[in-house]
Structure formats: C-alpha cells, structure tokens
C-alpha cells in the first residue's frame, strides 16, 4: 500500500473532467489584471536609457550615470584683486590712514631710500599707493612740505650778516 502525506487542505485532488468549470472570483488571476511594478527595475544602472530621436542629428548621446564635464584646475592660480575685493572705506581720512599704516608699502619705501632695486610687481605697487596718496591729500586739502621751504628759511640769512656792520 502506497504511503500519501497528510494534508488540512479539504477537497478535490487532481484536475475536474468538468469542460464548463471556471475557477472562482475570489482568486487572483495573473492573466485578469496586470501587476503593480514597485520601485525601479532591475540592472537601471546598466541600461542607458535611449533617447528618443527627433529632427536634430547633432545630439551626442549622453550617459546620464557620469557627472559634470567642466574641467577642474588642479593648481590654483593666483588670484588678483578685483574692485569687489578692494577695501571700500566710509571717508578719504580713513582710507589716507589704512595707507599709511601699509606696512608692505613702508617696508618698500625703505628699500626705494636705501636705494636696493625694487621688483617691477612691487614697484607697480609702490607708484600706485602712491598715487592714491597724493589724491586723498589733494581732496582733504593736506599740502605736503617739499625741500623747497627751506630755501625760505629766515634764520638762513642770518649767516649773511655781519655783526661788525651793527658796532658803533
């Protein structure tokens, strides 16, 4: 005698020889309704989307798995001041005291006196403080004194005189 598993299910084993038989409502049918796809499918990642084509054949086909094309600079240049960069300063009387407190330009008028050869970049920077020296001078009225004074010097002419002339 032939062993047979035990089972709960209730009902007929095997196929109806019934032509007209349909199976009930209640089960779900894969052919009656399609299934609800959740999330992406599978290998996305290896299958480049296709573009459509349309009326122009200069397109390059893009991947979209790849990111940002702009070159990256892989050495810093050196960057120079823009005018947006620049210092701005509320009044000339401030901005004439940040220059002179400029201690790189101090350090190369020092040079510029003692006579030592400037760089042409640091003597560009000297000729332009400079500049704008003598125009926060002119536009607060500031008059620099020049060698020239000295030449007015009352007490110059003092040398000049001979006391032997003032003798009785």
């Not at 047979?4 to 409502?25: A, H, M, T, W």
């Not at 798995?65 to 990256?72: A, D, E, F, L």
């Not at 002179?100 to 190369?108: I, P, V």
Request: aromatic share 2%.
């Amino acid at each position: 005698m032939a062993r047979s598993k035990k089972s709960r299910k209730v009902g007929l084993i095997g196929v109806r020889k019934d032509p007209d038989f349909k199976p009930s409502e209640n089960r779900k049918s894969d052919s009656s309704r399609p299934k609800k796809h959740k999330g992406k499918p599978a290998g996305s990642r290896h299958n480049v989307e296709q573009k459509k084509v349309s009326g122009q054949k200069s397109v390059v086909n893009k991947d979209p798995r790849h990111g940002s094309k702009k070159p990256i600079q892989l050495v810093k240049a050196a960057v120079a001041p823009t005018p947006a960069q620049k210092k701005k300063y509320a009044t000339p009387a401030q901005e004439l005291a940040a220059l002179e407190a400029d201690q790189r330009l101090s350090d190369l008028l020092d040079k510029l006196d003692d006579d030592k050869p400037l760089t042409r970049e640091q003597q560009a920077y000297v000729d332009e403080k400079m500049a704008r020296h003598r125009i926060l001078c002119d536009l607060l009225g500031i008059v620099e004194e020049d060698d020239e004074d000295d030449e007015m010097d009352p007490f110059d002419d003092l040398d000049a005189i001979n006391i032997d002339d003032f003798k009785h």
